[in-house]
Structure formats: structure tokens, C-alpha cells
């Protein structure tokens, strides 16, 4: 159990909604994996009276953080933001914004702006932030509570590119609240980001565009979980000689040299 | 005596279940909110593009619509020699191409055939060789099954030869109430509900899905077959139509938004043709097209009966490729007088 701005949470993994084959496939993904936050995106997807892939994601019992994927600008995410507030009846919001088409590198810039504004008008702002140490100093006086740091570019499915920085980060504010966000390609870097401490994993494309979303989904789920427990259980040093694991005693001591 | 029946919605899966049932000797009226051939603003199934492509569509799709696809083009090429070739359907095959940095797409859709199919069913090679005109996309996938039905085409050889076949037509005519054996004031024995998206308020779990997509007119551009360019969020096509003109899409947005399209959706579109190749960029925007695709949440067709009604519907992005399978599925439900609660997915 974790606890997250008042809610007590299960799961550390977190959801994305958008490349799912169906609603059907998505819906019995978040089931199967037991994810309770799940992200969406408002733009593209807007217009309309009504909505009726939002009204089924309001409809399933989980935490709803609406997006601003796709903003390009501070205005376009601050209005967005406020969008998602009226729509999903949450001051919860991934706050994204892209300074980089094509690697969809966050805007650091933008992005600490439009934190302060939106956390001044109440918001919980996730921030969707390279791993950048002081950034993550510059969001949480924007008044963040949480980080989301990327592992690498959205989509990319590389892993955790940089595990040096993020560690860096995760022992520099400990009690921060961190979630590894994007560039996650297979349950066993998401593990990975587990064992370096952080509290939960957000990923979409690696899980909706599988073969078998629903399957991958668990997967995640359990990586997750193995990941969290060796986190907790603390890991072995890494040594650079073999140290046998069943006593030798018999053996004569030159045969080890 | 046969059972008298309605077909209501004059889309793709109207027309298929009221030919499979007036062949069979049956007394069938149509019922339809417009004309007898709509503007593409007015009609799901004159918006469409017409593919049958059964094996790309695994890349998105459930391996039921390979299925059903793959019988459908059976059924079309019959359809084709009745109509004595009257409308356009080709089996030219279809070609995939990727940009080099979408080449993780590429990997996927052959390991989802292979995992779907033991022999093979497209051939790997030099992009210029099935389309000469494309360059610098190095190896594509040719699928020589999969073709094209031409929607305008087929809707105009029907309204020529085959609407006279039925009891009584009634275009132009919006209805308000289906039930079992009605269609407001008139009584028939079954009822066929295929409206596609206008049956929303009837169905469970069902919602549109909205399709942009961009009529080009670029007569420099020559291709042989339609061409499908992997693109990380949808299918995105290229159909060749008669004189010069391309079809290009088609977004998939889930929203039921019928506004016109959007400034973002044009430039994924018409970036991608002129990625493909600059000559689409001396061509001309003839008009765009916004529709819903009626979708079930699962994405896939259905058919509920009960005593007096049938409704059939969900055909999703899939309207060519499984309404004659579909067409047939309910077909024999009504010839096997099993029309009573049964839901068949």
C-alpha cells in the first residue's frame, strides 16, 4: 500500500489509455494489472458534447489523471489543465509539455511556468520532466509534490537511458514522491526503476501495442511488484569475484586461489 | 409463405442482407434517412475508402476480422460477376512501406502474421518494384490477396440494377421507432436493424469512433494498388481512385465529433503523402471527410436477435472488408428462423 495525495493505492504501476486495440482490450488491461491511476489525453480526442470513451474511464473505479499531451506551449497547457478539471472532476494533472517534436523532449522552461500557475490555482501538477536534478528543485518550488521523470523519449521503448541521474535524483529528495514516466519498452526495465527506488511506473505503448495487451499489462504489474520488494529488501552490492553461496568447508583452501 | 421484412439503413450492410434475402425470394422494404446516394457528409459507407485488406488489418484487429474478411472477399468477387462487373473490385493487392524510423512498426505486423499464419501471405521486397513511382523506402510488404471495392461505384450499380427488386423503398425517410416486427407505423414479420451509428440510442456499450480522412486530386502520382504507410498511432492509406484521385487516411479518434476536420489531422495527412512522394504536393484537395465509425467496445461486429428484430451492427473500420460476411451471418439466421435471443459476436 502507498499512500498518494489522500488516496491509498495498491498498484504502482500507472496507465495510459490512448493505442489500445479496443476499449474492451483497455478496460480488461487496467482490470488485469490492477493499475488505479490511469492517464488521458485531452487534445485530438476533444470536441463534442460528451464524450463516451471519457465517460467509460470516469465510469471504471480508478483514479482518472488527465493529460496535456500534445501542448506545445504554456497557455495551451494551462487551458487544457483547466479542461480536464471541469471534465474529470479532479485537480489531479500530468502536466506535459513539449519542447521537441521529435524526441517529445519536455520543455523544461514552459514546464516549471506552467507548474507554478497550476499549482497556484490548486492543482496537483505530476510533472512529466527529463531527469534533470534542477529541474526537479525548481518544480517542487513551483509547488509540485510529485515528479515524473523520463526513463527515455515517449514511445522509444528504450529503458532507463540514464540509471545514474535518475538515481542521483531519487537519493537527492527521498521524500518526494517519484514516478518514472515514458521510454519504458519491457517489464524488466520497469523493475529496474523499481530497484532504484522510485514509488511507481507510468507507461502506455509498451503494454497497448503488444500482442496481448491484457497479458503484458500483468506483466508490468508483476515487475513492478518484484521490483518494489527487492527495492525494500535491499539489494546486494555488486562485487568484481565470485563469492560461493553454499559453504566450502572440505575444500582444500589452494583449490580456491 | 416467407416472412416479410425491413432493412432499415441503406449503408454497406443493408444493401449485402436485403440482396442475400430478395435472392432468396423474400419481400424486403428499405428503409433509409437520405437518398439513394448520399453525399459522403450523409454516409458512413460512401465515406469509406473500400479496402479489403484482411492481413493488415491484424496490426490493429482482432484475427476475426482477418477471418471474416478473407470470406467476404470470397462473397464480393460473386457479388461482382452478378452485378456483371458493374462496379469497381480489384484484387491488386496492397503494399506496406515504412520510414526508416518506423521500422519497429514493420517488425511488429510480421510477427503479429506469422504468429496468425503458417504459410505466407505478402512477400518481402524492394519497394520499386511493386510501385515504381515510390522511392527510397527500401523493402515493403506486398500482400498480393487483398484488393479494393469501389463504395460509390457499387451504391450506383445498386440503385440501378437491384433497388426495383424491392417491395417498397422509403428513402428520404427518418424513422423513430423500431421494435420487433415495426418500423413506426409499418408492420412486417422481421425487422433488420442495421443502421450503423444511428442505432446508438438502442445498443449497449457502442459509441462512434471519429475517421478524418482527405480527397487529393494529383494526377503526376502514379500508384498500382493502395498503399498503407505504418504510422505509430493509425493505419494511415493512400487508395487509388479513377482519374488522377487519392483517398488519403484515416485518423481514429475517440470522440463523436462530426466538426470538419481538424488542422492537426490535415498535416499528419497530407505530410505523410508528401513523405511518400513531393508530386502529391502539386495536387489538390478535392474535400475532407469526417464520419463515425459505429463501434462496438470491443471493437468487433455484432448481431442480437430477438423474436421480430435483428439488429446488426459495430462494423467499425471494417465496413467493406466484413459486411458481406456479416451480410450472410444474418442472412442465415433468418433462413434458419433462429431469430430469437441470441447474440452472436
Known sequence: ?257 | MKPTVAVVGAGILGRLISFFLIEDGHSVSLFEKNGQLPSAKDSCSLTAAGMLAPFCELEYSDPLITQMGLESIAIWEKIHKYFDYGFHFERKGSLVITHPRDQAELLKLKEIIKKNFKKPVYREEEVTKFEPFIKGFGKGLYFPFEGLVDPESFFKIYNEKYLNKFENLYFNTKVEKIGPGRVDQHLFDLVIDCRGFAAKGDLKDFRGVRGELLLIEAPEVKLNSFVRLMHPRYPLYVVPKPNGRFIVGATSLECEDLSPISVRSSLELLSAIYSIHPAFGEGRIIESRVHLRPGFIDNLPKIEAEEGLIRANGLYRHGYLVSPKLAQQVFNLVKENRSSHATFN
Open chain 1, 1 to 257: 500500500m502507498w499512500n498518494l495525495f489522500g488516496k491509498s493505492l495498491k498498484s504502482r504501476l500507472l496507465l495510459g489509455t490512448s493505442r489500445y486495440p479496443s476499449p474492451e482490450v483497455l478496460k480488461n488491461s487496467i482490470a488485469f494489472s490492477g493499475s488505479e491511476i490511469i492517464t488521458v489525453s485531452l487534445r485530438r480526442n476533444s470536441g463534442g458534447e460528451g464524450n463516451p470513451f471519457w465517460e467509460m474511464l470516469n465510469a471504471l473505479k480508478v483514479n482518472v489523471l488527465p493529460n496535456t499531451a500534445g501542448c506545445h506551449s504554456v497557455e495551451e497547457a494551462v487551458t487544457t489543465a483547466q479542461m480536464a478539471r471541469e471534465i474529470f472532476k479532479t485537480n489531479w494533472l500530468k502536466l506535459e509539455v513539449i519542447g521537441d517534436d521529435y524526441t517529445l523532449r519536455p520543455d523544461p522552461v514552459a514546464l516549471v511556468e506552467a507548474a507554478e500557475i497550476l499549482c497556484k490555482d490548486g492543482f496537483e501538477v505530476f510533472p512529466y520532466m527529463t531527469e534533470d536534478l534542477v529541474l526537479a528543485e525548481k518544480l517542487l518550488e513551483a509547488g509540485c509534490n510529485i515528479l515524473m521523470p523520463w526513463a527515455s523519449p515517449i514511445g522509444s521503448g528504450q529503458g532507463i537511458a540514464n540509471p545514474f541521474a535518475l538515481k542521483t535524483l531519487r537519493d537527492k529528495f527521498p521524500e518526494v514522491p517519484m514516478v518514472v514516466d515514458a521510454g519504458i519498452g519491457s517489464p524488466s526495465h520497469a523493475a529496474f526503476a523499481m530497484e532504484l527506488g522510485f514509488d511507481g511506473v507510468l507507461l502506455n505503448t509498451a503494454v497497448a501495442t503488444s500482442i496481448d495487451p491484457v497479458k503484458m499489462a500483468r506483466a508490468f504489474a508483476l515487475s513492478i511488484e518484484g521490483g518494489r520488494q527487492g527495492y525494500l529488501s535491499g539489494l546486494m552490492e555488486k562485487r568484481d569475484f565470485a563469492i560461493p553461496s553454499t559453504p566450502v568447508v572440505g575444500t582444500p583452501f589452494w583449490h580456491n586461489v
